[in-house]
């Protein structure tokens, strides 16, 4: 049986290929008649299935295709030493006395399979790729906290401290702007001090004081919000967004981090009503 | 996939496992999830065996070869350099696409972001050491790697065109690092690209070599330019190139195979590509599990290292105008830095780096024995070791305590507390610097045990350059240490001495230490004393 296949004649090609056909569905139905049994070490290279059944009975490649929960067992003991014994060991564990060498080939079921415990190599695995999404998990934590972006105080953003309380302007004085915090600041009376977002509600121009009027008025599409930030009329959806104002010991600040959506426009004390 | 005949021929339960073994299937390219139980239990494949299948059906193994011949997967046979170097290329992309989130390359912004990065962003300190100790590793690696591959003859026929994109490997690589070395724009990183770009200048003919400096640097001297393009070649070209190369070269490595241990074949022969079944290592797991496992080892290595030990320099920011003292180029150029200090800017910058490239390129084609045996290559072998033995002799020559002395007080001082860099004395730190003044020759006793031992360390130097140094005659020194601001200490270096015709000379330096600067030494244990446990307010 040392000629490959491709050496052979014809003939001598289909007597082979059929001896081997026998061969292979003799073991099959002895397998089937005793599923349960341990398979004798088979002979098959890896990857050319047809020219390895003919290959040495002894051959050192040995590759054990199936066994049952407790050989299985016993196979993972042996099989935990040197990646180059791909199953070698197994087959050396396992070995019982069917000696006739014939190839067997067993096939689990998906029941078996599932029933076999865990061996010491598998559960090791496991745990390493564990540590390893572990690490992962951490890293990408790691990388996120490294991009989210570092507000400044006096960057927008961050905070700004506006002054002193007894420095801010009279409650009937026109708001002061804030051009690095984006903000307008006005002392509203009986609420204290308020910051409102430099922003229009609607499409996002920047709004502009007229002092004439003594309300904000946006130059993009006519929205108009009274001096303290409401919404008159226009087209904005709601009134003027405000910053969160705390007045700490004294000191107001301002946390250009910290936005309150203004009201609706429908529920806008100051709304223009239809004539 | 009908679903109302699947789920009627087996239980709902069988039908949506089928399908999502069927799915795992597909995203493994042909390993259910039996197959992958059975690999990581260290079982034989099922029939048909599907272990292959990744590698002819996939993309990312395609290339890589399904099987390895036993010998070779020997860790001491090849150590994994290349393994290993690859890898560190694919960590220094991820922590280098990392920091490009907070630098920006231009001169205005370079030098405080790197602050900002080092003190302002959360894991900013750790990405950049990593990055740095990376790239260093790396340096190391490549070339370790082509040591292993010399040592083994493994650039031998057919091998010879595998050797030759190496070297343009570790040309590509020592750029990699020569062009991120400026980027962080300080003194050290300035004035080493100045020195780099300069030699670029001295290609021959003239007008060559002047179109090569003005092409790297994009303007007379390194600025704004300067650093766009270095930051580009970095950032874009260069590991481009490098990409390229490296698949060009391990393609060529799996389509010939590692070659044997020379004592497993005869003289001459190659059968690394026709391993006999029994001496086959499957990718699929075996090999994948042990390189995984290399990989993840060198990783915490890296990581616990850069953490606990290492930390990238950063000097002053860039000053054009001034040169600081003992300018060194990196490490793996001290080599070249020592050439240039005994020969010609052309010869030793240009012509003998030149030639080395070109003679290490052609290695392989030069070399004419069949042997990849130790003992038959003894020529061969003797000559590499002397070339290394060489290159360190070059490199220590590099290193700016050879030839380069400037006057005995300028290195007297120098030493003890130098103008970039760390130092004996800002290493002691702030709290170990007493006020008061000391002179070298009254007896120095300050009260402060690592203060003395740099008022002596000062003083004998002192001494020793009075006796060996003709022009500094009856030399002494004053150290004077004083409270400048409320967490500021000034100190002051005066030395005095005697010209050879009499007449008084001096030499003052004056420098400032705050009580927050933290200077920590660079490869010793990172000293976190500084980090007190907060206080308990006592009404102050």
Redesign the interface.
Known sequence: MADKLADLSPEEKEKRIADMKAKMQASAQKTKAVPGAAAPPASA???E?VVAASAATT???A???A?TPPE?KA??AP??NG??T??AA?AVALAPSVGNGEPV?V??T?EQ?AK?AM?R??FL??A?GGA?AL?AVEAGV??F????P?FKAGEFGGSFVVGPEASLPPTDAAPSPFVAGKFWLVNVAEEGPKALYMVCTHLGCLYKWAQSNNRFECPCHGSKFDREGYYIEGPAPRSLDTFLVTVDAGMVTVDTGKKTLGEPAVDSPARAVPV | MAVQPEVEKKSILRAVTDAADDVFTRITAGIPAAEVRRMLRGEAPGRPNPRLKPHSEAFLLHIKPTYYHESVTKFTHTFRLGLISTYLFFLETITGLILMIWYAPTPERAYTDMIRLLSNVPFGQLMRDLHRLGAELMVVAVTLHMVRTYLTGSYKAPRQFTWFTGVILLVLTLFLSFSGYLLPWDQLAYWAVTIGTSMAEAVPPKVVGETINLLARGAPDIGANGLMRFYLLHVLFLPLVLFLFFFVHYYKVVHFGISLPSDEEEVGQDTANKVPADRRVYFLPDVFIDESALLIFITALIVAATALFFTAPLESIANPQSTPLHTVAPWYFYWLQGLLKIADKSIAGVYIPGILLVLLMGIPYLDRNPSRRGRDRRVAIISGVVAGIVIIILSWMGTPYYAVQGAPAVEIVQELMPEEGMGPVREMGYAHLPIGVYDTRTNLESGDAEFDEVLHEFSVAIEEFGKTDKSFNEPYGIVTVSQEQPQLKRITWDIFWLSPDGKEETYKRIFFVHENALYWEQYGLKDFSYVRPPQPAEGK
């Not at chain 1, 906290?145 to 989210?148: A, L, N, R, T």
């Open positions: 290279a890896k990857a299935p051959a050192t490649a590759v054990v295709v066994a299985a196979a993972g099989t935990s990646a180059a791909n199953g197994a080939i096939v689990e998906p399979q076999k061996n190599r598998e695995t496991y390493w390893l690490l790691g990388t906290f490294f991009m989210y570092r």
